[in-house]
């Protein structure tokens, strides 16, 4: 491991808003695009936050890039980087999906509770989509795979320090929970908003102390 090196970062990107996610809608499968104020919201983030030389979003520091295949979030990629001479290397991928509501999808949690009144997704999953220990062995995946990319950094067997994940408010939450080591339901305790940027990394540049350095990186809050 290179001393000299500085710490790996994971940029979590939410998508910027759309209708559904305006409307309070719960929006895992269905494919919808960003509202106009939502590509608006994503273009301040890429103003403030992207560009070669940023201490932050460094396009040519990003050694993976994972985005998740719905619309909503290809388009955020896209329009992050998009005035980018060069852009990462984006790989679509499933595994950065939002939670699958499964038969809760496109209703809103009052609707929910009208069907099943203590229901909590942090306990209860989403019946005809993913469990609670599904969710949970997804993002765990992912992180696993996040860790050797920066282990690699930090071996000095590739220049590229940070990784990035452009997906969703409810896998955003979970990945900022299992990140730091906690149990998935404290995801509820994390609030992620669209069009906002997470800073995960690590204290006193140790691997094994994860840590969460920056949420709703200049997130437009209405």
Same mark, same amino acid.
């Given at each position: 491991?290179?001393?000299?090196?500085?710490?790996?970062?994971?940029?979590?990107?939410?998508?910027?808003?759309?209708?559904?996610?305006?409307?309070?809608?719960?929006?895992?499968?269905t494919d919808i695009p960003?509202? *106009?104020?939502?590509?608006?919201?994503?273009?301040?983030?890429? #103003?403030? !936050?992207?560009g070669p030389g940023l201490? +932050?979003?460094? =396009?040519?520091?990003?050694?993976?890039?994972?985005?998740?295949?719905?619309?909503?979030?290809?388009?955020?990629?896209?329009?992050?980087?998009?005035?980018?001479?060069?852009?990462?290397?984006?790989?679509?991928? *499933?595994?950065?999906?939002?939670?699958?509501?499964?038969?809760? #999808?496109? !209703?809103?949690?009052?609707?929910?509770? +009208?069907?099943? =009144?203590?229901?909590?997704?942090?306990?209860?999953?989403?019946?005809?989509?993913?469990?609670?220990?599904e969710m949970e062995y997804?993002?765990?995946?992912?992180?696993?795979?996040?860790?050797?990319?920066?282990?690699?950094?930090?071996?000095?067997?590739?220049?590229?320090?940070?990784?990035?994940?452009?997906?969703?408010?409810?896998?955003?939450?979970?990945?900022?929970?299992?990140?730091?080591?906690?149990?998935?339901?404290?995801?509820?305790?994390?609030?992620?908003?669209?069009?906002?940027?997470?800073?995960?990394?690590?204290?006193?540049?140790?691997?094994?102390?994860?840590?969460?350095?920056?949420?709703?990186?200049?997130?437009?809050?209405?």
């Open positions: 491991m290179s001393a000299s090196r500085p710490m790996p970062r994971l940029f979590i990107v939410r998508h910027g808003p759309t209708e559904w996610s305006k409307n309070g809608r719960h929006t895992g499968r960003l509202t *106009e104020d939502g590509e608006a919201n994503v273009k301040i983030i890429a #103003e403030r !936050l992207v201490q +932050a979003v460094d =396009p040519k520091k990003i050694g993976l890039a994972l985005v998740s295949p719905r619309i909503r979030a290809q388009r955020t990629f896209e329009l992050m980087f998009e005035k980018c001479t060069d852009k990462p290397e984006k790989v679509t991928c *499933e595994e950065v999906r939002e939670w699958d509501y499964g038969d809760y #999808e496109g !209703l809103k949690t009052h609707e929910i509770r +009208a069907l099943k =009144p203590i229901w909590d997704i942090w306990k209860d999953g989403c019946p005809g989509g993913e469990s609670v220990s997804r993002v765990d995946s992912v992180i696993a795979r996040v860790r050797e990319h920066h282990k690699k950094y930090l071996a000095g067997e590739c220049d590229t320090r940070d990784v990035l994940i452009v997906a969703h408010g409810h896998f955003n939450r979970v990945m900022v929970a299992r990140w730091l080591r906690f149990p998935l339901c404290l995801g509820t305790h994390f609030n992620v908003e669209p069009a906002s940027v997470a800073v995960l990394g690590y204290n006193h540049n140790n691997l094994e102390e994860p840590a969460l350095n920056a949420l709703n990186l200049f997130a437009t809050i209405n």
